[in-house]
């Protein structure tokens, strides 16, 4: 069977909707609406739930990981009803490359750790849970949000393989790439053990 069976238009077509979508800036939106300022401006420069709740808005933070989550489960949604299950995957290649590079921010976003999991739990849950359930792990031993993520991101795919989902299990393996790649800054701090754990609020002074 082909890998790729919607058409290059349906493709083109699926990725740029879900770009868009990817690139609704929700972090620094909600950062704003709440009074705390340009996210931008603080911690890590994301504009990501773990760096909104750097500002200690946790409503803030909180709204973030949401709608971040549901802008990749929406495009994927969306795409795998009017069109099919192919078109989807672009949709969410789409969606996170939207979130890691917003053309309304000059190409300055997140991390994509709340969108892959919006784009994972809606093309496939049982993964989704897993790597949610990984990431959680990590934190809860750690509490290091760039660990978690980049675990999660490993362990993604090979889910995805377990459970037959190959197709799947490529974009996974494309993300994680772009998940290590966004991530080179926190990947040299973690080895000079200099990763600054979660923290509810650091804001320069």
Known sequence: MPFLTTSWLSALTAFAIGYL????????????????????????????????????????????LFFDAMKGAAAVSFMRLFMDQDAALFAALGAFLGHL????????????VAVSLGILLSLFWPAGLLAFATWLAVVAVYRISSLAALV??????????????????????????????????????????????????????
């Not at 704003?32 to 890590?44: C, H, N």
């Not at 590079?101 to 000059?106: D, H, K, N, Q």
């Open 21 to 64: 979508l990817g690139s609704i800036p929700f972090g620094l939106l909600f950062s704003l609406a709440f009074g705390e300022g340009d996210v931008r401006k603080i911690g890590s420069g994301s504009i990501g739930a773990t760096n909104v709740l750097r500002t200690g808005n946790r409503g803030a933070a909180a709204l973030t």
């Open 101 to 112: 590079f917003p053309i309304w921010l000059r190409f300055r976003g997140g991390k994509g």
């Open 152 to 205: 999660a991101a490993v362990m993604t795919p090979i889910y995805l393989l377990l459970f037959g989902r190959v197709h799947e299990a490529v974009l996974a393996l494309v993300l994680a790439m772009l998940v290590f790649a966004v991530h080179s800054a926190n990947i040299r701090r973690l080895l000079r053990g200099e990763e600054p754990r979660i923290d509810i609020k650091s804001k320069p002074a």
